[in-house]
């Protein structure tokens, strides 16, 4: 029996088939082992790739992990992810000091998703062991990491997140789903150690793909998002 993904309530209903790609996709944390084809994350890596940059500089580079190569990665990551050390990443992507609305809205989707899983407040072993499933990539079969070179700037950077909004909307396309995660950054020694990358390449994210699981409480997360009135201003 095909498994059916609970839908994100819109104000539309006769969603065409892209809003219907962009409208519904959402960051999906528990995936099948099935594995994903070569020839289909060519295939969406290759659509993704139409993505605008500033004078078609195409700042982007992916590492594809499956197998092996994503098991060892993913080792080794938890190992630092449960050792002592502290570990941060090589650029901000977070504010220093958190205020409002984005820190209640960092808050909620925080609890949401604890409160799904019947994680509590203050069960910090509980809470560290569901971080820790980022770095297996939920389980996905396909793991990606996302690297740019260090001296490019801010525009490359805004380019690079055009690219990967595609390559989540194109995996849809397919019948895949994804979880684009920053919690790979701060893990760039490792990942630079065990990808061999070169000094030149930074961490951008890492992404999980594949087939979601759709029995698993976690994917039954929907994020909310704010009326259009409060981040939109006509004016004429």
């Known amino acids: ?7 994100i309530p819109l104000p539309v209903s006769d969603l065409n088939p892209v809003e219907e790609a962009v409208g519904q996709r959402r960051s999906v944390r528990a995936f099948k082992p099935d594995p994903v084809p070569r020839a289909t994350v060519e295939r969406i890596l290759q659509v993704a790739a139409r993505a605008p940059s500033g004078t078609n ?5 992916v590492h594809i992990l499956t197998g092996s190569a994503k098991d060892r990665l993913s080792a080794a990551i938890l190992t630092a992810f449960d050792g002592d050390e502290e570990h941060a990443g090589e650029w901000a992507y977070y504010p220093k000091k958190f205020r409002d609305p984005y820190l209640t809205r960092r808050r909620k989707v925080g609890w949401d998703l604890y409160g799904l ?14 971080h820790g499933r980022n770095h297996l990539f939920f389980d996905a079969p396909v793991g990606l990491i996302f690297v740019i070179d260090r001296d490019l700037e801010i525009g490359s950077w805004l ?16 019948g895949l789903e994804t979880c684009p995660q920053a919690a790979f950054a701060p893990y760039h020694k490792v990942i630079r150690a065990e990808l061999g990358l070169d000094e030149m390449e930074a961490v951008v994210c890492g992404m999980s793909l594949g087939y979601a699981d759709w029995g698993k409480a976690e994917n039954t997360l929907v994020t909310e998002r704010v009326p259009l009135d409060e981040f939109v201003t006509f004016r004429e």
């Open 159 to 174: 380019d690079y997140g055009m690219f990967l909004q595609n390559v989540m909307v194109v995996a849809r396309s397919h």
């Open 117 to 130: 899983l019947g994680i509590e407040k203050g069960d910090h072993e509980r809470m560290h062991a569901q």
């Open 57 to 61: 500089m195409q700042p982007w580079k």
């Open 1 to 7: 029996m095909t498994e059916i993904a609970p839908r």
